[in-house]
């Protein structure tokens, strides 16, 4: 017979299984949006603003119209007859397309020109004359409230000042009475600087507007494809169903592809004008300066303990810099993003925050870069100030840690800010990592190197996350709750297609979603092809960010995939005539209770779903099956990190020789991308807390605008990581999965800076602010005598 043996398999389930999309990507096959090539495509340019705040006085296009390759000339003026000069933000704000009455913050697009080539729309550009009437601008967020500050957002009908939003969680009250009856209180300010996720592929789009059709199409580096093309329906007034957005292969988001950039919609414009497709990319200085920034959080924090070091409560006050429109993604209800997790992984009953938001004139953004919604500052807060505590009271941070983390039996566990933590055994994560490190060891030597004057620290850090958004009831994205559907096909001859409505930007999704299918179904992973990226084959969803495709939509392949394994049954039990519950189910077939020898595997089956085969009352043919998953809660991955660092004193280098990590994200689908997906965090937080910053002048020129300015960190930089697990698995998770690809960039950069203050200790140095360059850690130690 048939085509529907198979030979016995490996490839089935989860494990360790080389990436499928590196069979294209180390050949330099991948097919980025730049790739893309139509007949007929033009190319957009982007003139942008020099200055962070000025009137537009005047614009004037003639020469650049003049030009023999250029097709149009695109001013706000232009979009304001289409309506489409401003368009919503994500945060219920909205942004200029293109600029029409005030430049707001350097790098701002002002006009857009389409020519047949991309050195002619480039050229083209220094032909249009715009005349500014430069204003004051607002860069400091400390004095954006002040009285008098000139003010950014005129165009908001009354507003007067530039506040954006105050917002509070947590029981104030209660906080108070914690902090009043406390033996000891520790206040320390700390900035989680402005930084960029900076990936390797620039933010780009080709749009085309069939006039045969109607229909648009848009390739756009995006992380979100659904939810993009839902936006640009109810922005451009065009119907849905005539508009299709593909996410070919993105080389790295970490956030900076989430939202619509103006230049986007800009394409789809100059489609529309010129009746051809066109092509924008940016290129690296227009993707630094204009694009989501991250962080920018000037916080300042109290913990409030006993002598003997029990953490009472934690009271912590935020002015967050949004730039100059409000457009950090995050669910509609959480202004702040999920800072209110500041709390972390200790047990104390007390928390209270207030952040207040801020307009100034700076690129707009404030989420982006693996940041799980601003669990990354919410970490670095707690993280540091813990061992600030540790200074005061003088005790060992791990000590200090390991006698305040959540016990076991404390879980699930309803933190005083609300949220409720799905599963973990912290003390189990960190005395693992402690024993790789040897930490013990590694306290003597630094104290026998202290004898000798020299700089060595030792960092822990804890994180506990919050990851999957989220329950719809509870979670929107611009009005659309955040669940996520999936498809499963099992063809004739047994093999499989899933249909994604995430979308991968490096995670490896080819691969570790065709192994969510296999571990359910027992159809070889090499069995199963994963569609995603494209609106018009896959279903609705709101797509990759917050670490949310494996809780989220990793879950709905899950439940696709049992309801698979059901159909089956049913199939199954027509074809031994026996009935349903008679059966057994062993990965991969189903055979007689007591009699494997009777076996039909899930091959046979659908084949037979698609023959002659009679099926059971009720069964339609096929075997398909999909879901549309609201997760119950959040995941909450955690783990405990440990870094060494050598500082050098006459300089103030910091070389990071060690970083040990302990991750726990429930079981992993494939440890090895788990892994890739950790030592990517790891290199994250070392640049930001050693090298990267976004940093502007009084004028509010971007001082950061190349990678020359703009620093990551490199291999050189980055020591062998030394990886370790535990597994808790989520309790509400249909496999038990939590998210992964967010914690190491979370939760490293708070011991790399521990590390560095902790080597720093000799010098009675509490607390330095990131990026800890030579030049700001050689500062820290000027004037304070060495004391061991
Ligand atoms: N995984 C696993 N076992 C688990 C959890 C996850 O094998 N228990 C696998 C997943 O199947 C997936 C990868 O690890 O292949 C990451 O999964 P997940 O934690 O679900 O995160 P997402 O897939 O939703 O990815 C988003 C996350 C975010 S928000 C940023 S930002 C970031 C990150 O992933 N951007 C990245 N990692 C990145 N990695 C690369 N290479 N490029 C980016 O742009
Ligand atoms: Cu916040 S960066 Mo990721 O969620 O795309």
């Not at 960010?545 to 709905?556: E, I």
Request: net charge negative; proline share 6%; aromatic share 8%.
């Amino acid at each position: 017979m048939t085509t529907t043996e198979q030979p016995a398999h490996a490839d089935v389930g989860f494990g360790r299984r080389p990436r499928v999309e590196d069979a294209r990507f180390l050949r330099g096959k991948g097919q980025y949006v730049d790739d893309i090539t139509l007949p007929g495509m033009l190319h957009g340019a982007i003139l942008r603003s020099p200055h962070a705040h000025a009137r537009i006085v005047s614009i004037d296009t003639s020469e650049a119209e003049a030009h023999p390759k250029v097709k149009a000339v695109i001013t706000g003026a232009t979009l304001e007859s289409l309506k489409l000069a401003w368009i919503p933000s994500l945060s219920h704000d909205v942004i200029a397309v293109l600029a029409t009455d005030k430049v707001r913050y350097q790098g701002q697009e002002v006009a857009f020109v389409v020519a047949e080539d991309r050195y002619s729309a480039r050229d083209a550009l220094e032909l249009i004359d715009v005349d500014y009437d430069v204003l004051d601008p607002v860069i400091d967020a400390q004095r954006a409230l002040d009285p008098g500050a000139p003010v950014i957002r005129d165009d908001i009908e009354g507003k007067a000042d530039n506040h954006i939003f105050d917002w509070t969680a947590g029981d104030k009250d209660q906080t108070d009475a914690a902090f009043a009856s406390a033996e000891v209180v520790v206040k320390q300010d700390m900035l989680y600087p402005r930084v960029h996720p900076a990936p390797l592929e620039t933010c780009g789009s080709v749009a085309w507007m069939d006039p045969v059709s109607g229909k648009l199409t848009i390739w756009c580096t995006t992380q979100a494809p659904h939810a993009h093309r839902t936006l640009y329906a109810l922005v451009a007034g065009l119907p849905e169903q005539k508009i299709r957005v593909v996410s070919p292969d993105i080389g790295g988001g970490f956030g900076n592809k989430v939202g619509i950039y103006p230049g986007y919609v800009l394409s789809v414009v100059g489609s529309i004008v010129t009746g051809a497709p066109v092509k924008w990319v940016e290129d690296r200085s227009e993707n630094l300066v204009s694009t989501s920034f991250a962080r920018d959080y000037h916080m300042h924090g109290e913990i409030a303990a006993t002598r003997d070091g029990r953490i009472l409560g934690l009271r912590v006050d935020v002015l967050a810099d949004h730039g100059a429109f409000n457009n950090t993604a995050q669910p509609t209800k959480y202004p702040a993003g999920f800072f209110h997790i500041f709390t972390g992984s200790y047990d104390y009953p007390a928390a209270y925050c207030t952040v207040k938001g801020v307009y100034t004139n700076k690129a707009p953004g404030g989420v982006a870069y693996a940041c799980s919604f601003r669990v990354t500052e919410a970490c670095y807060l707690v993280e540091r100030i813990v061992d600030c505590l540790a200074d005061e009271l003088g005790m060992d941070p791990a000590e200090l840690r390991m006698k305040n983390l959540l016990r076991p039996e404390r879980f699930p566990y309803l933190s005083p800010t609300g949220w409720e933590y799905d599963s973990g055994e912290y003390p189990r994560a960190l005395a693992k990592a402690m024993e790789m490190a040897g930490y013990e060891q590694l306290r003597k030597e630094q104290a026998e190197k202290r004898a000798r004057g020299e700089l060595m620290g030792i960092g822990v850090s804890f994180f506990t996350e919050t990851v999957g958004a989220g329950p719809r009831k509870h979670m929107d994205i611009l009005g659309l709750g955040m669940a996520d559907g999936a498809e499963v096909r099992v063809h004739p001859t047994g093999k499989a297609v899933v249909r994604l409505s995430v979308q991968t930007q490096g995670q490896g999704h080819e691969t570790t979603f065709a192994q969510i299918v296999s571990e359910v179904t027992g159809i070889p992973s090499a069995d199963i092809e994963v569609v995603h990226g494209d609106t018009d084959n896959t279903p609705f969803g709101l797509g990759t960010y917050g670490s949310r495709s494996t809780p989220v939509s990793g879950a709905a392949v899950a439940v696709a995939s049992r309801r698979i394994v059901d159909k089956a049954r049913l199939i199954a039990s027509a074809m031994l005539e026996v009935s349903p519950e008679d059966l057994e189910w062993d990965r991969g077939k189903f055979f007689v209770k007591g009699d494997p020898s009777t076996a039909k595997t899930i091959q046979e089956i659908a084949f037979a779903s698609h023959g002659t085969q009679e099926l059971p009352e009720g069964v339609e043919g096929h075997l398909d099956a999909e879901c549309v998953y609201d997760p119950p809660n959040l995941t909450y991955p955690f783990g405990a990190y440990i870094c060494v660092v050598d500082v050098d004193k006459g300089t103030g280098q910091v070389k990071v020789r060690r970083f040990i990590a302990v991750d726990d994200c429930g079981p992993r689908i494939n440890p090895m991308i788990v892994e890739g997906q950790v030592h990517g965090g790891l290199a994250d937080g070392v640049g930001m807390a050693l090298m990267e910053v976004i940093a502007f002048d009084e004028e509010g020129n971007c001082l950061g605008g190349s990678f020359m300015d703009y620093q990551l960190p490199t291999a050189l930089e980055c020591p062998s990581w030394e990886l370790g697990e535990t597994v808790t698995p989520s309790p509400h998770h249909p496999l038990g999965l939590k998210g992964v690809g967010e914690s190491a960039t979370v939760g490293s950069p708070p011991a790399v800076v521990n590390a560095v203050i902790d080597a720093l200790k000799p010098y009675g140095v509490r607390h330095v602010d990131m990026p800890l360059t030579p030049a700001q850690v050689w500062r820290a130690m000027q004037g304070r005598p060495f004391r061991t």
